[in-house]
């Protein structure tokens, strides 16, 4: 069984400075790792995915996110944020490549600040 | 190319009657997911299905709750005799095989 724990609820940014969204997982077997954001009264959409190769990954709206397998951890960031970035962000694990059901986060309510 | 599409945007039912989600994954997916988001939660995994077969109903509650994806039509989410505690956001998701998963608008079920 696989868990994952955002330790932050909510994280309140100025608009342009950078943003740091933890997430930590536990798994005994090998995951495949999301990032999925959820705007209001709105489903998810991925943000960036990590199934194999490197442990730096790109996803769209320039986030990035690092997987670091010895402290299972796999945190978002973004160097300068916008105020179209506040949402709630969801990070998600799963044993497939994405063939299995997710485990999720809480999530995390990133606020932006003007 | 449209996107997974749910069905009612929001749905209010009074205590003991029946609620049906439906869900249209998007073309060419074959593989449909149900999740459960109650309020300052997470997204909660209800289901795995294929068509015309449930792979992994482990997050499903033992009464009352069912789900289908026939081999013609919308994956359906029931829930019978609906409580208080139904209250939630529904959300499906569908994929092709092996790729991350793709997500719908939800449905809002609120119990009177």
């Known amino acids: 069984a696989q868990s994952v724990t955002q330790l932050d609820s909510q994280v309140p940014v100025f608009e342009e400075a950078p943003v740091e969204l933890r997430c930590n997982y536990s798994s005994s077997v090998s995951v495949y790792l999301f990032w999925y954001v959820q705007y209001p009264n709105q489903g998810l959409q991925l943000l960036l995915k990590?199934?194999?190769?490197?442990?730096l990954v790109k996803g769209i709206n320039g986030f990035e996110a690092e997987f670091n397998k010895s402290q299972t951890s796999f945190h978002l960031r973004k160097p300068s944020v916008h105020i179209s970035d506040t949402a709630e962000y969801f990070c998600?694990?799963?044993?497939?490549?994405?063939?299995?059901?997710?485990?999720f986060g809480k999530g995390t309510h990133l606020i932006i600040q003007p | 190319n449209a996107g997974v599409m749910q069905n009612p945007r929001h749905l209010v039912r009074r205590r003991g009657q029946e609620a049906r989600l439906r869900c249209s994954p998007m073309?060419?997916?074959?593989?449909v997911y149900w999740y459960r988001q109650l309020p300052e939660e997470g997204l909660k995994f209800m289901v795995y299905l294929q068509k015309e077969n449930i792979i992994d109903e482990s997050g499903m509650p033992k009464e009352r709750f069912s789900a289908e994806f026939p081999k013609e039509g919308p994956s359906i989410l029931r829930i019978q005799q609906v409580v208080r505690g139904d209250s939630a956001a529904y959300f499906c998701?569908?994929?092709?095989?092996?790729?991350?998963?793709?997500f719908g608008d939800g449905t809002r079920l609120s119990i009177l």
């Open positions: 998701a569908s994929s092709p095989s092996n790729q991350p998963q793709h």
């Open positions: 073309k060419g997916h074959s593989h």
């Open positions: 998600a694990v799963s044993a497939g490549e994405g063939a299995d059901g997710l485990t």
């Open positions: 990590y199934l194999s190769g490197s442990t």
